[in-house]
């Protein structure tokens, strides 16, 4: 089953910073989090394994809520760089290694 | 290091023709390997994804189908194709044993006329 991500779109300013939700109906083994530029193919960003790991890369970090079953990607001050859409991926229990499903996206807009 | 090579990287064929997509990847044994389409503006939707030679799960019916031949080899096909089969179609890898991220092939922009 899809994750459901939130928001579907996002408009910001430079050095604005934003919030991306991913969440699913059913437990979570672990949520990896991709970047996708028009026209290219996404590119990996981080996994998150265990509730309550929160990663960074940059100014991009992680949450993963086990509990809520739920992941939020966080992009402090952003840059004209992180246009694109943003992709959740996650892993059920059982699943793990193996079918790996993606949301909808979250199409995130940089402007100068 | 590792590949994935994806080809072609664009296609216009018409309504009722046949299809077939190629992916294979280098530099790595028994990949996990995905097939996954995309249409304008919207997200990833898993169409296969295949554990070992000859072994496909399939995640959406539809008249797509997908092989295995060889262990680095993944194959979409079609007999006949509709203009829903319009999309940008993405192969991807990831290792069998869990833990890691996948890494995707340039993908093939299909357009079906």
């Known amino acids: 089953q899809q994750p459901v991500q939130s928001p579907q779109a996002v408009i910001l300013r430079e050095g604005e910073d934003a919030v991306i939700n991913c969440s699913s109906s059913?437990?979570?083994?672990?949520v990896h989090w991709y970047r996708q530029k028009h026209g290219e193919a996404p590119v990996f960003l981080m996994i998150l394994l265990k509730g309550g790991e929160q990663k960074g890369h940059d100014k991009i970090s992680a949450s993963f809520n086990e509990k809520k079953q739920q992941s939020s990607l966080y992009l402090t001050a952003s840059q004209l760089s992180y246009s694109g859409t943003y992709f959740c991926g996650t892993e059920l229990p059982g699943d793990a290694g193996n079918m790996l499903t993606f949301g909808g996206g979250t199409r995130l807009m940089v402007k100068p | 290091s590792q590949t994935i090579h994806q080809w072609p990287a664009t296609l216009v064929q018409p309504v009722g023709s046949p299809l077939s997509l190629e992916c294979t990847v280098e530099g790595t044994s028994n990949p996990n390997l995905y097939w996954y389409r995309q249409a304008a503006g919207r997200g990833l939707q898993l169409l296969f994804y295949s554990v070992g030679i000859g072994q496909i799960s399939s995640e959406v019916p539809q008249n797509l189908s997908a092989s295995r031949p060889q262990d680095r080899q993944f194959i979409l096909s079609s007999k006949k194709l509709l203009l829903s089969d319009s999309g940008f179609y993405l192969c991807?890898?990831?290792?069998?044993?869990?833990?890691?991220?996948?890494?995707f092939g340039q993908g093939t922009r299909l357009t079906v006329v």
């Open positions: 991807a890898w990831r290792q069998g044993d869990g833990y890691t991220e996948a890494f």
């Open positions: 059913k437990a979570l083994y672990s």
